[in-house]
């Protein structure tokens, strides 16, 4: 996840989050998961702080906030640093790992195999390692597809596949969802969610999804397939595009051609609440909403709202159960008995 996103540089604890956003990376690159957890609920409970926190027991006072996040918060403020992320900046290869690590489809594993088999920088990768087809366009694009894409991009780029995918078929309704639904000013890639009036299951929606790509991929606009699947959760697709030069917002003598990592999400109109409450996020968010399903006997998934699921040991699913609500998202919200959260409130 990108560093520095949705940080407002006017909050009194700015610097303090930015460090503690920098650790939080480094732990999301180590797959620490739980360590990543506590560091963004914290960072979503300072964030909401209007006046500066100094002190270890001011910061335990806040909801989100852990005993050892607290000693941290602390420590940034009285030292300036954290030593915990020095640290991590002098393990033996930290640069090429980290560096390693932002490649798209690359984990530790591949990281470390990498270091392991001596190689430091992108133009070593590129010469000589083994990579796979989308490794090999991650190091490629490796600046663009790290690049954010600013929100007038964003706009820019569902207006383009908006237009294409109307062209194809008018009942489609299509939506951005993931950050750029919260209302970010920046995104990490372009999220759409697609569903077509009167389709009810998930298969219905699979050729589209072929035309769609096959219409686009054709223009040039989509410049790489990167994965897809097709099951009854959804038909996905995710890949690359290029906004063409025509629809740059702004000033066109500041265009530059730039890869952006763009995911499908096709499903039929009686799941599309469900789903687009999924692909809305963020994660943190779709976790505790699922949560309060299991807590009120129910179960919450990218396709719906079930009541009466009889699970077995290890949680295995007996049974579907009975859906309560698929089609509209507040509905949802309602029948968990929760208060409708717009989507710039779902960021914890
Ligand atoms: N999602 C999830 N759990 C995951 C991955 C995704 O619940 N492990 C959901 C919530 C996300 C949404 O899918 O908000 C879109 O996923 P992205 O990875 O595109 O994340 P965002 O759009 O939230 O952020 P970014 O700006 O980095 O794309
Ligand atoms: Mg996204
Ligand atoms: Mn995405």
Redesign the pocket.
Known sequence: ??GT?DAKPDNPNADTIAMLQSMCDHYTRNNEHWRVTAYRRAISALRQQSTKILTSSQAKDIAGIGDRLADKIEEIVTTGRLRRLEEAANEPNHEARELFLKVYDVGLQTAEKWIAQGYRTLDDLLERANLSRNQRIGVEHFDDLNT?IPRAEVEALGDHVRRVARELDSRVELLI????R?G?D??????FIVTKKGTTASADLGPFLDELVGRLMRQGFLTAGLATSRSDTGNKWHGCCVLPKEEFPGDRTQYKPIWR?I?FLLVPETEFGAALL??????L???SMRLLGDKKGMCLNQRGLFRGVIRGPGRVKYTDGELVEGRDEKKIFEALGVQWREPHQRWC
Do not use: E, L, M
């Open positions: 996840k990108g996103k954010r969802g993931g950050s750029y919260r970010s920046s995104s990490g890639d372009i999220d990592r995911d999924y692909f809305t996020g963020n994660d968010f779709n976790r």
